[in-house]
């Protein structure tokens, strides 16, 4: 099979990459950004802009599979366009089973949420693909530990309410892509990808205290305060607004979701917050 990556030179594109090297070395693979020759080597590079459309068709062209994943971009509206174009465009390539990487709990949304843009990216992939998965990730464990690490000063993680999450590690979401992409049965699934169990607000600060080897508290502050201080801290207005909408969505309980699905199509047990943030705070 023609395996394409398209988001192939970011993290989670990367370490999708890898799974595809280690687990399924006789399908050809074609890396698929604004950038690819960063990750060219035993794969094919094409050049895709999901702000570009037109760049799409010849990115994709020839495609048994394609895994789309959304930028980046926090700009609101922006990601949500992406994800349609990009879509539309593996469909009029004839893509023969297009995956798209969603994110838990995805449910209606209006912009500016940061949902927004996988909530209409899942809307349109069902209703003109004709063959397709949708995978959930969980929010990662990677990004929590950088949020430890940007929080070291204060020793407090903070939420806008006490909250459960089932952090998932990126590689175990690469693993579970991975799986889907060269397997059979997954037409029309909507899977998540999580962690093995849900983390309390203080359990996680407890984890982050024993990786660190410094005190770590979990703290409840207002939406106003939230912002205020991401706004302090000199952070754009997009990732303000992306972070927010990030923990209202925990606080409402969207990622208190825990599934056997990275188990299932990764072929390992998905690894815990404590061993992600070990790994990385160590
Ligand atoms: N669940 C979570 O906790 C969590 C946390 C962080 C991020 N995410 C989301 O998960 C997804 C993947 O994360 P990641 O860490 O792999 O992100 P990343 O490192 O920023 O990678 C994004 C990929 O998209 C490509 N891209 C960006 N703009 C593009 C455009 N206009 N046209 C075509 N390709 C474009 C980038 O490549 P080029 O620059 O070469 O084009 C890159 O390959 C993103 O949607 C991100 O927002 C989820």
């Known amino acids: 099979m023609k395996i394409g990556i398209s988001g192939a030179s970011g993290n989670l594109g990367r370490a999708v990459l890898a799974e595809l090297a280690n687990r399924a070395p006789q399908h050809s693979v074609?890396?698929?950004s604004r950038t690819p020759d960063v990750v060219a080597g035993a794969v094919e590079a094409r050049a895709g802009n999901y702000d570009h459309p037109e760049t799409l068709a010849a990115a994709y062209a020839g495609l048994d599979r394609l895994l789309i994943i959304p930028s980046s971009d926090m700009q609101p509206g922006q990601r949500g366009t992406q994800n349609v174009a990009a879509i539309d465009a593996a469909v009029r390539a004839g893509v023969g089973h297009v995956v798209l990487m969603s994110a838990a709990g995805t449910r209606h949304e209006e912009e500016p949420a940061v949902g927004a843009s996988y909530w209409k990216g899942e809307q349109r992939l069902i209703a003109v693909a004709p063959a397709w998965t949708i995978l959930r990730m969980n929010y990662y464990a990677e990004s929590l530990a950088q949020e430890v690490q940007m929080s070291a000063g204060t020793g407090v993680l903070t939420g806008l309410a006490e909250n459960k999450v089932a952090f998932v590690s990126r590689d175990d979401v690469a693993a579970a892509a991975a799986g889907i992409l060269v397997g059979?049965?997954?037409v029309g699934a909507i899977?998540?990808?999580?962690?093995p169990r849900s983390v309390t607000?203080?359990?996680r600060a407890a984890a982050a205290a024993t990786a660190t080897g410094k005190p770590m508290s979990f703290g409840i502050i207002t939406d106003e305060q939230l912002r205020a201080g991401l706004v302090g801290a000199g952070m754009p207005e997009g990732v303000?607004?992306?972070v927010?909408?990030?923990?209202?969505?925990f606080a409402a309980g969207a990622m208190d979701i825990v599934t056997g699905d990275v188990e299932r199509l990764g072929g390992r047990p998905p690894k815990s917050l404590d061993v992600v943030l070990q790994t990385i705070l160590a």
């Open 191 to 195: 899977y998540t990808a999580t962690g």
């Open 184 to 186: 059979d049965g997954h």
């Open 30 to 32: 074609v890396a698929i």
């Open 240 to 242: 303000v607004n992306a």
């Open 201 to 203: 607000g203080a359990e």
């Open 244 to 249: 927010t909408s990030i923990q209202a969505a």
